[in-house]
Every structure is written in structure tokens, then in C-alpha cells.
């Protein structure tokens, strides 16, 4: 019987999975409607997955030990949210293998795209195929979670309008688009934006209905501006072109154009000081099938 790795990306070794995306995420807008016990807080939001992310390669050990081969500036490999995932999950299942895990880096960290939690997304769901643990889409969504707010989304694998914490979430059809996405080359930590005591934790609550980018905004988003002057100056710049905002907690920010064309464009006279993409939506995680 084949092995379920053996259709895996790039590769036909059973023991591989070569390649594998783990795409980026806008919050198309992102109210916070109130705030737990615990301290997390309440959220409306609207992921967007695109078509742009970083690549992870797993090689099965058969020894348990979860390594990372490749060095991410400023993540040390205990604290990589890829090594966290793959201990999660064999923790979870009892399983005995082990994997070395090649993270490829491409999104900015800190940015509000949500690398590092779909890294570890990916990371689930490449190492359930890999080590053959079987489990369901919603089993792993439970598990990321333990990760990071941001993780369940990847694994859900579509555009999602999102309550809870982030994790309780709707299927969500948009549109195709086009987007150019600023770094404005500060890494913003999500946890000091969501501390602010001049953060607005009552926005009213919406129906995913009446969601549409003109009634909504991020309210994370005066709170970065104001402690990182930079986040605000790219709002204004990619604001001469199209209604721009920021993603999750900063520091990135996108706006929706209406061609390839304009993406390119606007992205190639971006200031100097910043880095610009120009990124298409992906209405599916390119995993999708494998859950
Ligand atoms: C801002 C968003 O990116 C929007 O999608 C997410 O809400 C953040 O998700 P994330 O990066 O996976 O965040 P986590 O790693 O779970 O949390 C980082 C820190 O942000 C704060 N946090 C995060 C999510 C949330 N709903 N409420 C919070 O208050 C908590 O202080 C937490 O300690
Ligand atoms: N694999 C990883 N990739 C990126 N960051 C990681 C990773 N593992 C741990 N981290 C830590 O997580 C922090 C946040 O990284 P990330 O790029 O996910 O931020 P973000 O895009 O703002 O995420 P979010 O939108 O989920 O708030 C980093 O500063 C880094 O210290």
C-alpha cells in the first residue's frame, strides 16, 4: 500500500515532503468586541489567504528527535513555532517519529501575515500525513490553537470570517483580488498592542453579512500607529493609490487594487526605506487536500 506522503510536493521518497507552502493571511478588517477572563481578547475578523508565503521541507527521522536544519535570524530553534508544533503533535498522538524540518523564511516576522503561525499550521499538517497520525481537519485546528490564536485559519484552509479569539470560523467567498502589502521595516509584538490601555475593546458587534471594507476598520491599528510612527507614514503613502489599512497587529500594510498591472506599479515606486509585494489572493491553503 502507498505510504500518504507518497504524493507529497516536489518529491516521490515516502520519507519527504518537499516544499510545502505556508501561505500569508490579511485581516481584511479586525474589531475587538471584548476580552476574556484570561486576558485574550474578543474578535471579528475577516482572513483573506494569499498566494505568497514561506516553504517548509520535513524529512521523517525514525529516532523521535525534531530538528530544524535551517537557521531563521532571530527565532532560535527551541522557541521556532515549526519545532513547537511538531512536539505538540507527537505529544498529542504518542507517535515515536521525529522529523527534520527545513523552514524557508520569505514573510516578514512581526508583520501581521501571520508567518509564524502558518509555519506551524503547515507544520500539523505535513507531519499528520508524514507520520500517518490521521487527524481531522478539525482535531488539528484544535491543536493549533494551543499555538497561537492565528493557527487555526491555516488549517481551516479558506477565506474565513472569524469570531472567538480567531478561532471560531466561517467559510467566507470573496472575490479574487489583488494586493500590494507595505513592510514598513518595524517588526510590531502583537502582545504589546493587544496590552495598550488606549485600545478599543467595545466595537459594536456585526453580522458577517454586513461586512464590507467601508463600515469596518482594524481597531489595532491607531494604537501601532501611534507607537510606531513608521506603520502610519506607509498607511498615508499606499493610501494616495487605494483605501489602505494595517493586517492582524502590524507592522504590514495592504491595500486592494484593481489590476496586476496597478499591483506592480504602485509596488515598484515604493519608497526605499520600505519593502512592497505585490500579492494575489488564494481562496485555498494549497495543503487543503491533504485533510
Ligand atoms: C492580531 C491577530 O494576528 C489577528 O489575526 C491575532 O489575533 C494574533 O494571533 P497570534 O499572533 O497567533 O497571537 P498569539 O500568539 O495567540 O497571542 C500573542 C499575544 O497577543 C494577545 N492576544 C492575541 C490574540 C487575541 N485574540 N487576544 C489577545 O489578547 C495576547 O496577549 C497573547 O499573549
Ligand atoms: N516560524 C516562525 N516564523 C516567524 N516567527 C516566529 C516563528 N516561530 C516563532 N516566531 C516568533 O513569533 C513572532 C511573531 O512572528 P509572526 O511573523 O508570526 O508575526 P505576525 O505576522 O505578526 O503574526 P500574527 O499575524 O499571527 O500576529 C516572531 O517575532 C518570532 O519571535
Not at 131 to 147: A, M, V, Y
Not at 210 to 230: G, H, I, K, M
Amino acid at each position: 500500500m502507498d505510504h500518504p506522503a507518497l504524493s507529497g510536493l516536489g518529491t516521490a521518497d515516502p520519507r519527504r515532503l518537499l516544499g510545502c507552502p505556508a501561505p500569508a493571511k490579511l485581516n481584511l478588517f479586525l474589531h475587538v468586541v471584548g476580552r476574556r477572563a484570561d486576558g485574550y481578547h474578543l474578535l471579528q475578523t475577516a482572513f483573506r489567504l494569499l498566494d505568497w508565503g514561506d516553504t517548509l521541507d520535513f524529512t521523517l527521522r525514525t529516532d523521535g528527535e525534531i530538528r530544524r536544519t535551517s537557521d531563521v535570524a532571530g527565532v532560535p530553534a527551541e522557541h521556532d513555532l515549526v519545532v513547537r508544533a511538531a512536539r505538540l503533535l507527537q505529544a498529542h498522538t504518542g507517535c515515536r517519529l521525529g522529523a527534520d524540518i527545513a523552514l524557508h523564511k520569505v514573510l516578514p516576522m512581526g508583520g501581521g501575515l501571520g508567518g509564524g503561525s502558518s509555519d506551524a499550521a503547515t507544520t500539523l499538517i505535513a507531519l499528520n500525513r508524514l507520520w500517518d497520525t490521521g487527524l481531522t481537519r478539525t482535531e488539528l485546528q484544535t491543536l493549533g490553537l494551543q499555538l497561537g490564536a492565528d493557527v487555526p485559519v491555516f488549517i481551516f484552509g479558506c477565506d474565513a470570517f472569524a469570531e472567538g479569539v480567531g478561532e471560531a470560523l466561517q467559510p467566507l467567498e470573496l472575490p479574487p483580488a489583488w494586493y500590494v502589502i507595505l513592510s514598513p521595516g518595524v517588526s510590531v509584538p502583537t502582545a504589546e498592542i493587544f496590552c495598550a490601555e488606549d485600545l478599543t475593546r467595545n466595537t459594536p458587534l456585526i453580522k458577517m453579512a454586513d461586512f464590507a471594507a467601508s463600515t469596518t476598520r482594524n481597531d489595532l491599528q491607531p494604537v501601532a500607529c501611534n507607537r510606531y510612527p513608521e506603520v502610519k507614514s506607509a498607511i498615508d503613502w499606499l493610501a494616495q493609490f487605494a483605501p489602505a489599512r494595517m493586517t492582524g497587529s502590524g507592522a504590514c500594510v495592504f491595500a486592494e487594487v484593481a489590476s496586476d498591472d496597478d499591483a506592480e506599479r504602485i509596488a515598484a515606486s515604493c519608497p526605499e526605506r520600505w519593502a512592497a509585494w505585490k500579492v494575489r489572493s488564494a481562496s485555498r491553503h494549497p495543503l487543503y487536500e491533504w485533510l
